[in-house]
């Protein structure tokens, strides 16, 4: 396999599987999810980009790719409050020591905004446009030319020595963490 991006997608593909399949995240798919098993997973996600983002930011500010980087915090705290949730204590989140490190975080996280899409129209169908509709999480990135201009600047960095293992630790970090946080808050 000589394309780097292949390279990287085959190295994270055992967490991204492993991601998808915790339970927390896997009841988003089915048919018959309810309103309660999005907010577990809502919450999830802001626990873990509350732990994340101030200090991901701070650190993308002094590389390249600091305009790759899309804050969801806030999206999410306004998605809990709308669902009468509170708000989770933040994450132990440990960010990569490299700037190629933190692309690879940028990379998970803006990755998993197109799962996000999918997962905003099936929420839609299952638990109708007034409730899945206004979840900002799942609706806020939706369309443009973002993820092409991501994978753009990811594929240059790639060619560059060590580049594929360095954003693959900054993706799997991703991964690892909120399948630690998932199996943490057990089943919904």
Known sequence: MNDPLSCLRARTSALHRQLEACPAFSRLTRDDVSPTEVTKALSIF????????????????????????????????????????????AAEVNLPESAVGLLGVVYAVEGSALGGQVLGRHLCRCLGEDFAGSLAYFNAFAGG????????V???KLHEE???????????LVFSSLIRLATETGPA
């Open 46 to 89: 802001h626990a873990f980009y509350h732990g994340l983002e101030d200090e991901l930011m701070r650190r993308l500010a002094a590389t390249p790719f600091a305009h790759l980087y899309r804050p969801r915090r806030a999206l999410l705290a306004v998605d809990l409050a709308t669902l009468g949730a509170p708000l989770p204590v």
């Open 145 to 152: 030319t973002h993820w092409q201009l991501l994978l753009r």
């Open 154 to 156: 990811l594929t240059d």
């Open 162 to 172: 060590n580049a594929v293992d360095a954003v693959g630790d900054g993706a799997a």
